[in-house]
């Protein structure tokens, strides 16, 4: 299958999955997005510090997941690519208030195709109103390689706003964000957040999320 063909049906899939109803047969199927106004991961802007609109879905059986996450990009230096789709799978389950989640992405876009792929392996634990969290994401290309590994906590300040920081390296560039976040309810939310790299500079950015 052509490159531009594998992405065109992954984004069509993504459209039609977000139609099936909630749950079927044992499967459970989620779908929300995100109206972002600059896509920044691991310390870069995908998006030139441009906003983006970031559709996803997911299903689930058993802990056992696969799912979909979508987002326009620009990267300049006439760079052609202007959508990103990432493909997921993996496994999550908890033990007491300790919950992990292994799995593997892979990243295509819209003209350069199938760019890469990772390994990805992610933790936290809840203490009451503290979370640490953290993970790593382990690329495959010509090696093993550590392509990013961050760490932090997050903070339910009252039933409607909590407060979160990370860390991170990534390829030899060391990140961090700072946020505040407001849910309306169970499935809408605000969230206000400073990014920093020597990259990026400092960038505020604020996002909305929806979840169904």
Known sequence: MAKKTLLASGVAALALLSAVPASAQGFTFSWGGTITSNYISRGV???????????????????????????????????PDRAELDIYAGYRWSIENTSFDIGYARYLYNSSGDCCGE?????????????????????????????????????????????????????????????????????????????????LGTRAVVSFNFAF
């Not at 970031?54 to 760079?79: H, I, K, T």
């Not at 407001?182 to 939310?189: E, I, K, P, R």
Request: charged share 15%; hydrophobic share 40%; no cysteine.
């Open 45 to 79: 802007s995908q998006t030139q510090n441009r906003p983006a609109f970031q559709p996803w879905v997911e299903v689930e059986s058993n802990g056992f997941y696969g799912g979909l996450w979508a987002s326009n990009v620009r990267f300049g230096g006439g760079d």
């Open 119 to 199: 390994f990805y392996a992610l933790a936290e634990h809840e203490a009451g109103t503290l979370t640490i969290f953290g993970g790593a994401y382990i690329g495959h290309s010509g090696g093993l390689s550590l392509n990013d590994a961050h760490t932090g906590i997050s903070l339910a300040l009252n039933d409607s706003f909590s407060a979160s920081a990370t860390l991170g390296l990534a390829s030899g560039l060391n990140y961090g964000d700072f946020g505040v976040t407001y849910a309306f309810n169970d499935n809408y939310d605000v969230d206000a957040r400073v990014y920093r790299s020597a990259v």
